[in-house]
């Protein structure tokens, strides 16, 4: 079967081969569980130190500061419910922000449930947070603010500097999804107390993730049980995966300093080619700050499920959350993007690409940016779906067929000579 061309690197990426190899000694060699007290267990335990040491060294943390955790949605749990509960006597109110990932808007959701109050700021027209609107949220008995680093959906970054000193000079803690940040744009601790990761956002493996909290920050414990990570998360630590998520943000941290540029050029490229074919298209979210390989656009006129079913075939991109298909995207619903029946289509590019390097058969990192920097195959798709008469108007239609640079193939689409 061939799959469509994958564009959809906020949803997951593939494990890199390098990781794989870091991780293949853990399953059935090195099989010790690290808090046995044998030589089996000793060198678990020494794989996840080194894991453990590797990561806080990452992110400007102590290893002592890193929590394994299935991944971000186990780790925002644990920040924001764990510190809602070690702060009951200091108070029960939290901030955060509309355009959260649901693992951070439905633990929230829950606090809410038990009596707490949240308040969710808003957004401007471009997905950004005006800091007065914080600053005004924050209470004498807020006991946490949690803001994302980078949205899953239009990419755009939150000033967490600024931001971390509006909460420190108030003594309230601050709490960051960097789910989507990690090994994308250049993050350390320094403003923060609590921060998630996942590693399969950056070619790690599915199912592990940390939490960063900071010495100090009072955390209650969710999970029950063992005792282990320092009474903050029970259970059986998962060797392989925690190996492999060190080496993936290892090689993610390495290579950032070439490979955003890069991301970011070819993104521009293809929003640059889009818009002079489609001049129509509505980029979702401010250019910048944002990250380097997002990009987030409505088509106005075109029904955005419609526009994804037609695309999915040829093309794996998203209209929002992987853990929210079906509904509409909250995220742009948050600032009324989400017309009924409309939606953003997300275009989020990776490294590798493994969709268009599996199809030409090709091997290394250059195959599926290349055709990312083309924007053929994404022009040609959006150019035959907007060609069907009931989602396109005849404006964009007039558009298409009228611009220089579709090819010859897609203006006879367009123009009804020849069929698809
Ligand atoms: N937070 C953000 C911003 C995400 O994008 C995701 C994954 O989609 C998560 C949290 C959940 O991460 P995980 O799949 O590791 O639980």
Not at 131 to 160: F, K
Not at 298 to 312: C, F, H, I, K, Q
Request: net charge positive; hydrophobic share 45%.
């Amino acid at each position: 079967m061939t799959k469509p061309l994958y564009f959809d690197c906020h949803a997951t990426t593939p494990v890199a081969e390098a990781v794989v190899q870091a991780m293949a000694p853990y399953w059935s060699e090195c099989f010790g569980n690290p808090a046995g007290a044998s030589v089996w267990g000793w060198e678990a335990e020494a794989a996840v130190a080194q894991a453990r040491a590797t990561m806080a060294t990452a992110i400007g943390a102590l290893p002592s500061e890193i929590v394994f955790t299935s991944g971000a949605t186990e780790a925002n749990n644990l920040a924001i419910k764990g510190v809602a509960e070690a702060c009951l006597a200091r108070g029960r109110h939290l901030v955060t922000v509309q355009t959260e990932h649901s693992a951070v808007l439905a633990p929230c959701a829950y606090l809410a449930r038990l009596g707490f109050t949240v308040d969710y700021l808003p957004v401007n027209g471009i997905g950004q947070l005006d800091l007065s609107q914080l600053a005004a949220a924050l209470r004498p008995d807020t006991v946490l603010v949690s803001i994302m680093a980078a949205n899953n959906e239009i990419g755009v970054l939150h000033p967490l500097a600024e931001i971390g000193a509006l909460c420190r000079e108030r003594g309230i803690l601050l709490h960051t999804d960097a789910a989507q940040a990690i090994g994308k744009i250049p993050l350390q601790v320094a403003a923060v107390d609590l921060l998630a990761l996942t590693a399969h956002k950056c070619y790690g493996p599915k199912g592990i993730g940390a939490l960063y909290v900071r010495t100090g920050t009072p955390l209650a414990p969710q999970l029950h049980g063992g005792g282990q990570e320092a009474e903050r998360r029970s259970g059986t630590l998962n060797v392989p995966l925690i190996v492999g998520m060190a080496k993936a943000m290892t090689l993610a941290i390495a290579a950032l300093p070439d490979e955003g540029p890069r991301l970011a050029t070819l993104r521009d490229r293809l929003w640059a080619r889009l818009t002079a074919a489609l001049p129509d298209l509505i980029l979702n979210g401010a250019l910048t700050p944002r990250l380097p390989h997002n990009l987030n656009f409505s088509v106005p006129g075109v029904n955005g499920s419609a526009l994804l079913a037609e695309v999915r075939p040829h093309l794996t991109v998203s209209s929002g959350s992987a853990c929210a298909t079906g509904h509409p995207s909250h995220v742009l619903a948050a600032w009324a993007i989400a017309r009924p029946g409309q939606c953003g289509v997300a275009v989020w590019a990776g490294e590798f690409s493994p969709g268009s390097r599996r199809r030409s058969g090709r091997r290394g990192g250059g195959g599926g940016s290349a055709e990312i920097a083309d924007g053929k195959w994404v022009l040609n798709r959006l150019n035959w779906v907007c060609h069907r008469p009931s989602w396109v108007s005849n404006r964009t239609r007039e558009v298409l067929t009228g611009t220089n640079w579709v090819s010859n193939r897609t203006r006879e689409v367009l123009t009804g000579t020849v069929g698809f």
